[in-house]
């Protein structure tokens, strides 16, 4: 008896002290380790690749997309369709992207796109302005002519073929905070008349703040919206 109790007492001394250890290497040296090598090495992807203006606020993340939306002609009317602060480039198309009363620019409801098919709504294997109201199709078409009529000024015509894919589909997650060159160059005049800035002017932030390939061959070329619009906001003070 006395031989079982001792038994039991070692191997609950040896459990509760490999317990003991396994916390403090796994629950604090390990943790602290990590963090300590991420501050070093990565500092800024390890604090959310945080983009700031040119007084040092911290505008965003470099990771997640920002809506520029006017405001709300009835704040309480969820109904109400968000239209585009045409001074600001604009993001792709996303249901992912929300507002709420603590931060009307940077909230998040949902992470996802359509599980439509490409071809929901199609004519004859065309998206055409007689597609059903409701599909994917109808979307496109609408985002579409949406974006010709915006990006449209005095001076410069957006034709329909230059309007590219993701000025009127969303990404997979709905969080892209990225666009094409060619999405963003279409905006161009628009964004230059808007902040009565030259066209000249605009196109340069676009070139200066277009990031090409990964490794030269990884992805496609980019653009990030929110620091070229914290490049923007900048350009337009000066």
């Not at 059903?132 to 199709?137: H, I, Q």
Request: with cysteine.
């Amino acid at each position: 008896m006395n031989n079982s109790v001792g038994s039991a007492a070692r191997l609950l001394g040896a459990g509760l002290r490999a317990l003991l250890v396994l916390t403090v290497i796994c629950g604090v040296i390990y943790p602290l380790a990590v963090t300590g090598i991420a501050q070093a090495l990565f500092n800024d992807k390890a604090n959310g690749s945080e983009i700031k203006d040119k007084s040092g606020q911290v505008v965003g993340s470099s990771l997640i997309g920002q809506t520029y939306h006017l405001p709300k002609n009835d704040p309480n009317d969820a109904e109400e369709a968000a239209r585009p602060d045409l001074k600001w480039f604009q993001p792709r198309p996303s249901n992912g992207l929300g507002s709420n009363s603590v931060n009307t620019q940077y909230s998040l409801i949902l992470s996802g796109a359509t599980n439509r098919s490409a071809d929901n709504g199609a004519v004859n294997g065309r998206c055409t302005k007689d597609a059903e109201e409701g599909t994917l199709c109808a979307q496109v078409v609408a985002a579409k002519e949406a974006v010709i009529a915006d990006n449209s000024t005095a001076g410069y015509r957006v034709k329909p073929q230059d309007v590219p894919a993701d000025a009127v589909t969303s990404s997979g997650s709905g969080l892209d905070p990225n666009i094409s060159p060619e999405y963003a160059e279409l905006q161009v005049h628009r964004v230059a008349e808007q902040n009565k800035l030259d066209v000249e002017q605009v196109e340069k932030l676009v070139a200066d703040h277009t990031t090409g390939r990964t490794l030269g061959f990884m992805g496609e070329p980019r653009v990030n919206v929110l620091e070229l619009n914290t490049a923007l906001k900048a350009l337009s003070k000066s």
